[in-house]
């Protein structure tokens, strides 16, 4: 296939993708989607300088640049894009379907007039300094190896309208649940296992699987124990030869598992804790109330579960790598929080838009190609689809939509002239 072929299929499919995110909104807000997620794409970048750029606009760079300012800065904008890719990717979560809670950081160090700084804990350093907080939930399947991003949310604690981490936490895993219908398993790490995540977790009826804490007091025969009290008494039922990858490196390293029946202060449900020798010096504490049998099948599931969430780890740093969210800089907060969704939109684009036909994945494997890697084309394949659709998308100059054009396209074209 021709490289300029290639380029104007990509683009086509963008603004076909584009369509299906601006269901509901006006059509000047619709384009403006359109051209974020062809720009993030096109420049791997959330700079509304770089965007412009890529638009190549018969008009004064600054001019195209205060034009994504004021659109960035609409009002209700990134949420209704959110609803409209949750209603999409819901499709993708089946009733097993992993939802990966994630909290991560935007250290803004050097930042002093961005709307609502707050102080953050730089997940690479562990230093203190000025940003935001991000929350994102990624579907996976418990025994593939596709993703599919849900959410993507920017959030301050000096913010009004913010009222306690463990709120984003609820009202994320709210949006993902009610769109899939309760279908999935949402996995979330240390820290999930607090009364005021639980409580309400079990009350809406969601299926989860949470790391906990050894210091936090189970129900366990009519009695409150201490989890790590429960964890050194629990009985080692299977034994499992896992492989474990980390700086680079698989790491082969046999664990053992066994499980209790438990509950929570005062709460009638059963739930389980799955208790993990073998993968450093204290165990790990799985508690959940998806239902366990007596039977390795099903307490492996909850223990291979969890372990998924580190592959998953992976696609959050291919966001922020990937489309660089480390370098955004708009002062106002809406601004920062929409264009928290257009890089979400970029990456379900590239993760899972280009899957969807047997001739999108053609259009991928050329996308792939493109990104031309020294040594060869890594397992995580989306790092190297965000490379190639960033060298299609960059060496084409025409226009991205035609001055004047607001209406998007939105039936397919197909991919191969007939």
């Known amino acids: 296939m021709q490289y300029s072929k290639v380029s104007w299929k990509i683009r086509e499919q963008i603004k076909k993708f584009s369509g299906e995110l601006s269901t509901g909104i006006c059509k000047t807000a619709g384009r403006f989607v359109a051209e974020a997620v062809y720009g993030i794409q096109a420049k791997k970048s959330v700079m509304l300088s770089e965007i412009a750029r890529s638009l190549n606009e018969d008009i004064a760079l600054k001019k195209t640049e205060n034009r994504l300012s004021r659109q960035i800065n609409r009002e209700g904008l990134g949420r209704a894009v959110e609803k409209n890719l949750l209603s999409l990717a819901s499709r993708r979560i089946k009733k097993k379907t992993l939802l990966v809670v994630d909290l991560s950081d935007i250290s803004k160090d050097h930042a002093r ?6 102080r953050v804990r730089d997940g690479s350093t562990g230093e203190i300094k ?8 990624i579907g ?15 959030y301050s604690q000096e913010a009004p309208d913010h009222d306690s981490e463990n709120d984003e936490i609820l009202k994320a ?4 649940s009610r769109a899939a219908e309760r279908r999935g398993i949402f ?5 999930g296992d607090r009364k005021k995540l639980l409580h309400p977790l079990l009350n809406t009826g969601v299926r989860f ?22 964890a050194a008494g629990c009985r080692m039922l299977y034994t499992e030869q896992v492989i474990r990858e980390k700086d680079g490196k698989e790491q082969s390293c046999q664990i053992q598992y066994g499980y209790r029946k438990v509950k929570l202060p005062g709460r009638d449900e059963k739930i389980t804790m799955v208790v993990v020798k073998g993968f450093g010096e204290k165990p790990m504490l799985l508690l959940t109330n998806v239902k366990v049998r007596r039977s390795r099948k099903s307490c492996y599931f909850i223990v291979h579960s969890y372990i998924k969430r580190w592959d998953v780890e992976e696609t959050i740093r291919c966001i922020k790598q990937s489309y660089d969210l480390e370098n955004i800089r708009l002062l106002r907060y809406r601004g920062l929080q929409n264009m928290m969704v257009m890089a979400l939109c970029a990456m379900y684009f590239a993760a899972v838009h280009l899957g969807d036909s047997i001739w999108l994945k053609a259009l991928a494997h050329h996308a792939l190609k493109e990104a031309k890697r020294f040594f060869g084309i890594p397992d995580f394949r989306y790092y190297a689809l965000a490379d190639g659709i960033k060298a299609f998308l960059e060496g084409f100059k025409r226009p991205f939509l035609p001055n004047g054009t607001l209406e998007l396209e939105k039936s397919q074209l197909p991919l191969f002239d007939t």
């Open 173 to 176: 895993v709210r949006a993902v």
């Open 130 to 137: 000025d940003g935001y907080w991000t929350i994102k939930v």
């Open 209 to 230: 699987i949470i790391r906990m804490v050894g210091t936090r007091h189970l129900v366990y025969r009519g009695r409150a124990v201490r989890a790590a009290e429960l």
């Open 187 to 191: 996995v979330i790490d240390r820290g």
């Open 113 to 118: 007039r961005m709307e609502y700084l707050g």
């Open 140 to 154: 996976t399947e418990p025994e593939g190896v596709h993703i599919t991003p849900l959410l993507n949310r920017l």
